[in-house]
């Protein structure tokens, strides 16, 4: 397996516009996760799903943010407008869940950059 | 607010000395506890899990797990420069959100050749 796939690698925009940050998960894993990464705050999770259905949102920032996983091996990021805070490495991890199973494995991330 | 405390460092180490990297957490009903390597740029890459009071020894790692201090910590023998990144502590309470780990900030670890 490939592993979790995210595109693009990086992501310089201006402030106000529309940035769709993409993941495919590893094949077979149950949950798929969307973190955000900064010095400042360390790893945050912004959104969890388990078998397409987000589970818990309550670490997106605001309604600017949104995510949605169509299929069992896509999911997106959607910042709409972005802003100059939005700055930072977007992780997408995926798990098999389960107790004794429940290790993420992590995509190579999105930098973003918001001028 | 469920935390997880790391000292940032840096921690600096000689090649060949012992790195004792450590976590504490403050919610009492977590379950398994996790140590994440992250070279910079890089992504987080799973090294230890523990579930268990005790320790749990894999290779050079050994994690040491202390429920009733709600302390975590990973030890590395024989330091490498190769072992230099941040280590990023995760736990995770189950019965609650399955799979949401909370992470530390983590260490940045520095073993001089």
């Known amino acids: 397996d490939a592993g979790v796939i995210q595109s693009p690698r990086h992501e310089v925009t201006e402030m106000g516009q529309e940035v769709t940050l993409r993941c495919k998960p590893i094949?077979?894993?149950?949950?798929l996760f969307w973190y955000r990464q900064t010095m400042m705050r360390g790893l945050e999770l912004l959104i969890y799903?388990?078998?397409?259905?987000?589970?818990?949102d309550s670490g997106m920032p605001e309604d600017r943010f949104s995510a949605k996983m169509p299929n069992a091996s896509f999911s997106t990021l959607k910042i709409q407008p972005s802003e100059p805070r939005d700055s930072a490495v977007y992780f997408c991890?995926?798990?098999?869940?389960?107790?004794?199973?429940?290790?993420?494995?992590f995509g190579s991330g999105t930098q973003l950059s918001v001028l | 607010q469920k935390e997880v405390e790391q000292n940032s460092g840096p921690l600096s180490v000689p090649e060949g000395a012992i790195a004792s990297l450590n976590c504490t957490y403050s919610?009492?009903?977590?379950?398994?506890f996790f140590w994440y390597r992250q070279y910079s740029g890089k992504s987080p890459e799973l090294i230890m899990f523990?579930?268990?009071?005790g320790d749990k020894e894999d290779g050079r790692f050994t994690a040491q797990l202390n429920k009733a201090s709600q302390y975590v910590s990973l030890l590395i023998r024989d330091s490498q420069p190769s072992d230099s990144a941040t280590y990023l502590c995760?736990?995770?309470?189950?019965?609650?959100?399955?799979?949401?780990?909370?992470f530390g900030k983590g260490t940045k670890l520095s073993v001089k050749p």
């Open positions: 991890a995926s798990s098999l869940g389960g107790q004794g199973s429940e290790k993420l494995f």
């Open positions: 094949s077979g894993h149950d949950y």
């Open positions: 799903f388990n078998n397409n259905v987000p589970i818990d």
């Open positions: 919610d009492r009903g977590s379950q398994s």
């Open positions: 523990i579930y268990s009071n």
């Open positions: 995760a736990v995770n309470e189950w019965g609650g959100s399955q799979g949401n780990l909370i």
